[in-house]
């Protein structure tokens, strides 16, 4: 349907989409039967698809200009949209801007990039991203979460592994720009079923976090009518794990999330939904254990640069273990949704917004008799990990259980530890403490082990570390020790 004339901020000449594009209908005979259609996707006038690129000027993300046949209809003033290609990997949402002669039959188009409400003013859409294209690792197939011993300084006895499967997307697209209907509105909600499939085998407590790959980017398309409109999904991922002793687990789950963004009036309102969870357990162990993938995620309406709907946020989705009790939780660290659409500009605010625990219960598991108190002994080697470097607000490697100053026996070391408070500028935490008293040789001399507290304190940017605490105090009932602050240890 083409509207007749202007209807509010959509214009005359515009496009409009019924929601269901066949209908079947019973009349009978010398009757009459009424339809109710309800429209929802508004093209507007002068909006097509991107015709055959030969060209790109500029950079391919955000082209200058284009090259196409001359026999193309696109003059100044259209407004062409493209799904992602070879040639245009991010798609395309820009006005033609002006238009020059080329080569023997072609002509330039000159762009100006507009957000895709101003081609799409009403969008309405459920069902797959479609035609997607991966410019780094696959996406929506299989992700590799093998992390190497020698990756956190181990040289045997430590297994890290698994996968995590993102699923098929499916997109929840409900916009108006134009108030065509009940108002402006912009929701923006991904829905999959993603997978975390996780092996871990240490011979002694462990601390290990790793960054997986760059962030997978995949930019699709969901259609308005016959205009593609672009859409982007970008899955950075890390692997952190930490256990306390020896530990053997195999474990995966499996469930429905939606997350996006709606809106409520004049508000952004934060989709995080988590539903019919699976899953696989076997653990031999009665360490106190966390491993899974941190999983971030953007999703966004348009191109990348120039979203109208940009959607960011941080999961974890772990495994812990301990006391004979497993579960699986999925956890929003952080969301930020911002919505530019028509009259509506909202963004909101940076902040965590719940978690979902999405099984509880050990399945088939066993467990080894706890270990016995700590008693007094050389102070433990390596597996701890040594160094406080890193431990700091922008690494994620925060509230870490067990950890040592340095690599060597001399070195105090902690576990058991329980983080009372962990800030921007210190961090208190109490717990078990290893160390030498000066008598002897710290080779041979058996460590002095009992309760005591940590304090770290004084955040310094220690190379490609990021902002992280460089002074450490530790009190115990019979010794304090500072250790130098202001330093990055290990040497960044």
């Not at 181990?154 to 697209?173: K, Q």
């Given at each position: 349907m083409t509207t007749l004339r202007r209807h509010r901020s959509v214009p005359r000449g515009a496009r409009v989409l019924p929601r269901r594009a066949a209908f079947t209908v019973t009349v009978r005979t010398r009757k009459t039967t009424t339809l109710r259609v309800a429209y929802g996707t508004v093209v507007n006038p002068g909006v097509i698809a991107a015709p055959a690129t030969l060209a790109v000027a500029g950079n391919p993300l955000l082209p200058a200009s284009i090259t196409v046949s001359s026999r193309s209809t696109a003059r100044v003033g259209s407004v062409i949209l493209s799904g992602p290609s070879v040639d245009l990997p991010d798609g395309l949402v820009a006005k033609v801007a002006r238009v020059s002669a080329g080569r023997a039959g072609t002509k330039v188009l000159g762009l100006q990039h507009v957000p895709v409400t101003s081609a799409v003013p009403v969008i309405s859409y459920s069902g797959p991203?479609?035609?997607?294209?991966?410019?780094?690792?696959?996406?929506?197939?299989?992700?590799?979460?093998?992390?190497?011993?020698?990756?956190?300084?181990?040289?045997?006895?430590?297994?890290?592994?698994?996968?995590?499967?993102?699923?098929?997307?499916?997109?929840?697209?409900?916009?108006?720009?134009?108030?065509?209907?009940?108002?402006?509105r912009a929701n923006l909600v991904i829905h999959s079923r993603p997978e975390a499939n996780l092996k871990m085998v240490t011979a002694a407590g462990v601390f290990c976090e790793k960054t997986l790959a760059a962030p997978t980017v995949v930019v699709g398309y969901i259609p308005a009518g016959l205009i593609p409109v672009p859409v982007y999904v970008s899955v950075p991922m890390e692997m952190r794990a930490e256990a306390t002793a020896q530990t053997t687990i195999t474990s995966k789950v499996a469930w429905d999330m939606a997350v996006g963004v709606r809106t409520s009036g004049a508000r952004a309102v934060p989709v995080f939904e988590a539903r019919n969870p699976s899953m696989d357990i076997n653990v031999a162990s009665d360490s106190v254990t966390t491993v899974g993938p941190s999983v971030g995620l953007e999703i966004g309406l348009g191109v990348r640069s120039a979203a109208s709907i940009n959607v960011k946020v941080a999961t974890a989705v772990e495994f812990t273990t301990g006391g004979r009790q497993c579960s699986w939780d999925w956890t929003l660290g952080e969301f930020t949704g911002a919505v530019k659409v028509g009259p509506l500009s909202l963004r909101t605010p940076a902040a965590g917004v719940g978690s979902h625990r999405l099984w509880t219960g050990c399945g088939a598991s066993t467990f080894a008799p706890p270990p016995p108190p700590p008693e007094a002994g050389p102070i433990p080697g390596l597996p701890f990990p040594f160094g406080y470097l890193g431990y700091g607000e922008t690494t994620n490697r925060v509230r870490p259980e067990i950890f040592r100053t340095g690599p060597s026996n001399c070195s105090p070391g902690f576990s058991g530890l329980v983080w009372s408070e962990w800030g921007p500028t210190r961090a208190v935490a109490t717990g078990t403490v290893y160390y030498w008293d000066g008598t002897g040789s710290c080779l041979t001399t058996p460590a002095v082990v009992g309760p005591g507290t940590v304090v770290l304190s004084e955040p310094k940017t220690c190379g490609t570390a990021g902002l992280v605490f460089t002074k450490l105090v530790f009190t115990t009932p019979a010794r304090e020790e500072t250790h130098p602050p202001g330093q990055c240890l290990p040497p960044a």
């Open positions: 991203l479609l035609d997607q294209r991966a410019r780094t690792a696959a996406f929506g197939a299989y992700a590799d979460l093998k992390v190497n011993g020698s990756d956190c300084g181990f040289t045997g006895g430590f297994e890290l592994g698994g996968s995590f499967t993102f699923g098929t997307p499916r997109i929840e697209a409900d916009v108006d720009a134009g108030n065509f209907g009940f108002g402006a």
